[in-house]
DNA sequence: TGTACATCAGTGAACGCGCGTTCACTGATGTAC
DNA sequence: TGTACATCAGTGAACGCGCGTTCACTGATGTAC
């Protein structure tokens, strides 16, 4: 079996996707790893420490998807334009393969609970959400330079795009139970992209 | 001064908003209303219904909000489309001008913290966002048999954009503690529908 | 005009439960000499 | 090869606090006759 902090980590995952970080309770955790509570305690100082490693995991998680995505996009095609319109299809795939839900929830879930987390985890969250901004701004900044926008276009509001209408989505979902909504939205930014962009 | 009731729900929407509903006591929002936290339960049955008492009076302040705007913008100009356009540029700057955080927080911490509600609630948010999405759906048709989209598009993915974008530029407002995300993700959401259709 | 009763809008003490956290202790494994 | 000690990965009982909720009671206002 993998190592108990791994298996921590995993369960504590689901169970924030499925109901938040306040509604899940160390019992639960500790309960499902097989431990007892005290054990908990031994791999994580306090609850902030879980919500941090979780948050930690998960932007890594994310950056590398990101990273492959339009890696891959690029080797399929050279152009800046149409790897990132590639990319964005395959984003959109991937978020509809995620049956239960997309880890994206949990940056929502800190920015709506960040009362109950220590300023360490905000900035965390903060990081991830610039690190994002600019690295599409950057894709951007290449297109634009091939490919005049039709309109003048603030490149960092469309930068922000891509998460925000990721979270956006991912909202839409959960209070609609329907699935399928973020990688709809994803589509939507593409088309804008492309009617932007493309001759 | 205004009945306790309306006090309690004007205490517990600022409240919510800077923390969400579950980091919010009823001890604090007796406090605040300068009741004691007995003199609560005999305005709300259990918290529960206090949720259900904010998220309606949302709703129904929201739907006038979209009613007004798009109403005022129609009368500035008669075409379906430009109308739109100048629709969603008030909505631009009514988003900017509040400063307190958007109420839209209170449908996405509902989403986000759904556990903690019963089922009416999370219906009634639901039948909050299909009905936002019809509302804009009804536009773009209108819209679209004018002026016939450059792409092939999905009208319910569109409606649903509004929506999205702004609790997605909510989200990111709060995890980057910068003003002003959704106003400009709605710009972008409006030079899309430009592109998309005029010509 | 006075009396009896009902309703409204609370008070404030008490209850019980769940939850995060602490702490003394334990058995298994690793390391030094 | 055996002994002593340290570290790792826990156990399980106990603590205390905050929170939602209940409930018997109360003073002010309204209504019937």
């Known amino acids: 079996m993998a190592d108990t902090r791994t298996t921590i980590l995993d369960i504590t995952e689901a169970a924030v996707l499925e109901k938040g970080f306040e509604a899940t309770s160390i019992e639960e955790i500790a309960a499902a790893a097989e431990i007892s509570r005290g054990g908990f305690f031994y791999h994580f100082k306090d609850k902030n420490a879980l919500a941090r490693a979780l948050i930690e995991r998960y932007i890594a998680t994310e950056d590398r998807l990101y990273d492959d995505l339009f890696a891959r996009a690029r080797e399929l095609n050279d152009d800046p334009l149409h790897a990132l319109l590639i ?14 839900g997309h880890p994206g929830c949990i940056i929502a879930s800190a920015a709506y609970q960040d009362r109950l987390f220590d300023r360490g985890i905000r900035d965390l969250n903060r990081q991830a959400i610039l690190g994002w901004r600019a690295r599409f701004r950057a894709m951007f900044e ?24 990721v979270e956006g989505g991912l909202i839409l979902e959960r209070a609609l139970g329907e699935p399928g909504v973020p990688a709809a939205q994803i589509m939507q930014l593409r088309t804008y992209i492309k009617l932007l962009f493309a001759d």
């Open 87 to 100: 990319g964005l299809k395959l984003l959109a795939e991937t978020l509809d393969d995620m049956p239960n």
């Open 142 to 165: 290449q297109i634009a330079e091939k490919y005049p926008p039709k309109t003048k276009v603030d490149l960092d509001a469309l930068g922000d795009m891509v998460s925000s209408v």
